[in-house]
C-alpha cells in the first residue's frame, strides 16, 4: 500500500502547506493560484485558460505559473495531479471501497468516458461565451480544497454529495467519466515520461491490477505484451503496481522492453 499511502500524504500535505502559509511561507494560495518560496508563481493551466477566454487577457505571472505547470505535468508526471494532489481523490477512492465492501455492482447512470472531453469543450467555449471562467467558477474541486485551506465548512455538503453519487449513482463517475481537469490532464500529459510499464513474461493474468485501475481501459496489454501504458488517462496512482503479486508493473521512465522490465525497474524503487 506504500503508493497509497505516499498519495495520502501528498495531499495531505500539500494542503497543510497552504493552510499554514504565512507572510513568508513555502507555499502560499491554493491550487487554482499560488506561489512557490515567496518567488515562483504556480497556476492551475486550466483556470488560466479560462480565464483568458473570458478576458481575452492574461497576467505575465499567471501565464509563467501555468507553463511551469504544464512542464512539470506535460514533461513527466502526465495525470499525476489526479492521483497525488487533487483533494477529491480520496473522496472518490472512499466511495469506489464502500461499493466494493457492499457489493453495489449496479450503476444506475452511465456515461462515456468520453463526456469529459465534452465537458472540457463546453467549459471552454462558455468561458469565452459568457465571459467568466465557467468550470472555476462553481468546480467542486475548488470548493473543497479552498474550504479546507481556509477552514470554512461548506466544502464538507459537497464532499458529501460527491461521495454519495460516487457510490450509490455511479462507478468511478465523477473523476473517470465527468471531470473535465481531469480531461485537460490526460490530453496535456499523452506524451509525459514517467509511466506504468507492464511485462508481459511474468503476468499471470490474475487480473487484480483490473480490479483497482480508475482508468481500467489503460491496461489493455496487460497479459497480451510487454508495453509501457502510453494513454494519457493514466493516474500514475500505482494501485495496480501494489497489487501485482507477479511483479509484472511498475514505474518506467522510458519505455523499456526485454531485459529491462518493468519488474527490474520496480525493484529498483523508481
Known amino acids: 500500500m506504500r503508493y497509497l499511502v505516499s498519495r495520502r500524504i501528498a ?4 494542503l497543510a502547506l497552504f493552510a499554514w502559509s504565512g507572510a513568508h511561507a513555502f507555499l502560499r ?6 506561489v512557490l518560496l515567496d518567488h515562483v508563481p504556480l497556476s492551475d493551466p486550466f483556470a488560466v485558460l479560462q480565464v483568458y477566454l473570458a478576458s481575452l487577457t492574461w497576467s505575465g505571472e499567471a501565464l509563467l505559473g501555468a507553463l511551469i505547470i504544464l512542464g512539470v505535468y506535460g514533461l ?11 483533494p477529491i481523490n480520496p473522496i472518490v477512492d472512499g466511495a469506489a471501497w464502500v461499493r466494493h465492501k457492499l457489493r453495489l455492482t449496479r450503476a444506475y447512470l452511465q ?10 469543450a463546453l467549459s471552454l467555449i462558455l468561458s469565452f461565451v459568457l465571459s467568466l471562467p465557467a468550470f472555476e467558477s462553481v468546480s467542486y474541486i475548488g470548493i473543497v480544497q479552498r474550504g479546507i485551506i481556509f477552514g470554512t465548512s461548506a466544502w464538507v455538503g459537497v464532499a458529501l454529495w460527491l461521495f454519495c453519487v460516487d457510490s450509490l449513482v455511479g462507478d468511478k463517475l465523477i473523476c473517470a467519466h465527468l471531470c473535465p481537469l481531469g480531461a485537460f490532464y490526460a490530453l496535456v500529459g499523452r506524451y509525459a515520461l514517467l509511466k ?3 511485462h508481459a513474461t511474468r503476468c499471470t493474468r490474475c487480473n487484480l491490477c483490473f480490479e483497482v485501475c480508475p482508468e481500467v481501459q489503460v491496461l489493455w496489454m496487460v497479459g497480451l505484451k510487454s508495453a509501457a501504458v502510453n494513454s494519457g488517462e493514466c493516474t500514475r496512482c500505482g494501485r495496480c ?11 518506467s521512465l522510458l519505455d523499456i522492453k526485454g531485459s ?5 525497474i520496480k525493484d529498483k524503487g523508481l
Open 11 to 14: 495531499q495531505a500535505g500539500i
Open 29 to 34: 494560495g491554493n491550487l487554482s493560484a499560488s
Open 76 to 86: 513527466f508526471l502526465g495525470r499525476a495531479f489526479c492521483a497525488w494532489v487533487c
Open 111 to 120: 456515461m462515456p468516458k468520453a463526456t469529459r472531453y465534452v465537458l472540457l
Open 196 to 198: 506504468v510499464q507492464h
Open 241 to 251: 503496481i501494489e497489487v501485482c503479486a507477479d511483479d509484472a508493473l511498475g514505474f
Open 260 to 264: 529491462f522490465g518493468a519488474g527490474q
